[in-house]
């Protein structure tokens, strides 16, 4: 096919296009990391008679490719009219739930503007570190992070000295609209943490020293870390694509060894009635916690 089998239907495939057409990859990567991608379905599952199933195609060498495309026209040229229905996905959404990390994405296959990326290729693309969100958008600041915390985390933190945390932590912004103890820890797959009154215990603060703040592509198995050239080994349902695992939620995760809390930590608690109140502040001069009585009255 020659460029002018498709001309571009949107403004955005006019960028990537051009982009393509004088070999900036980079370029395309970061416009592909913005982009609405239409994945092609049944007419069944346009009509809601069959779930929808990932479109794929299989390569000389026995490889999976999940198919998508950068606009409705261009999946009926590619597919010469076979596929006539979609889902739109973003690559941050198609990461959530990304059926199998030896699958490669193809977009565009048949196209001249083409693009055949690797699943860690995908899960970077959709999923920067908090170091490259800070590069990407650097009026931003340096986002919030948090963690749930067991009422026994809370009684280590507020008497063990100088507060360090391990283990996952999530981006707080992800789960702002979420304002109900029970839908909060459904989302994050922890929902042993909720106390016997129904509240959330919740560490919050900004993040000193991003490189401490990993995050975690990887797999269940080796050979699943090795295909997004990960680095971390979990048991499922673990993603290894850098979101928490449900595929129905956009959850950044960061994995961490013993990161020091900064001055300003808080430890907040959000109730059953979806109120939250802030349990303690931590004091970096002090070196202490400063605990918050509730107002009455």
């Not at 609209?177 to 042993?192: K, N, R, S, Y």
Request: glycine residues 10%; negative net charge; charged residues 20%.
């Amino acid at each position: 096919m020659t460029s002018s089998d498709h001309e571009p239907a949107t403004p955005f495939e006019e960028r990537l296009w051009a982009a393509h057409r004088d070999g900036e990859d980079a370029l395309c990567l970061s416009l592909l990391r913005d982009a609405d991608l239409a994945l092609p379905i049944t007419v069944a599952a346009a009509d809601g008679t069959e779930a929808p199933a990932w479109a794929t195609a299989t390569d000389s060498e026995e490889r999976t490719w999940l198919l998508a495309y950068t606009s409705v026209e261009a999946m009926r040229l590619a597919t010469g009219g076979v596929a006539t229905h979609c889902r739109v996905l973003s690559p941050v959404e198609l990461a959530a739930g990304w059926p199998d990390p030896r699958w490669g994405l193809a977009i565009n296959p048949g196209l001249t503007a083409a693009f055949m990326l690797e699943p860690g290729t995908v899960a970077r693309l959709a999923v920067p570190t908090l170091a490259q969100d800070l590069m990407l958008d650097p009026g931003s600041g340096v986002p919030a992070v948090q963690k749930l915390l067991s009422p026994s985390d809370v009684h280590d933190l507020l008497t063990g000295g100088e507060p360090r945390v391990s283990g996952y932590c999530h981006h707080a912004l992800d789960v702002s609209h979420i304002a109900t103890p029970v839908v909060l820890a459904e989302a994050l797959g922890q929902p042993d943490l909720l106390t016997e009154n129904g509240s959330l215990n919740i560490l919050r603060w900004r993040p000193v020293g991003l490189a401490g703040y990993r995050t975690p592509y990887g797999g269940t198995d080796e050979e699943g870390r090795a295909a997004v050239a990960g680095w971390v080994v979990e048991e499922p349902p673990f993603v290894g694509m850098g979101l928490v695992p449900n595929v129905d939620q956009v959850i950044r995760e960061y994995k961490v060894y013993g990161v020091g809390l900064p001055h300003g930590s808080e430890i907040w608690e959000l109730t059953s009635r979806g109120t939250e109140h802030r349990r303690a502040i931590y004091h970096g001069d002090l070196r202490r916690w400063l605990l918050v009585g509730r107002r009455t009255g």
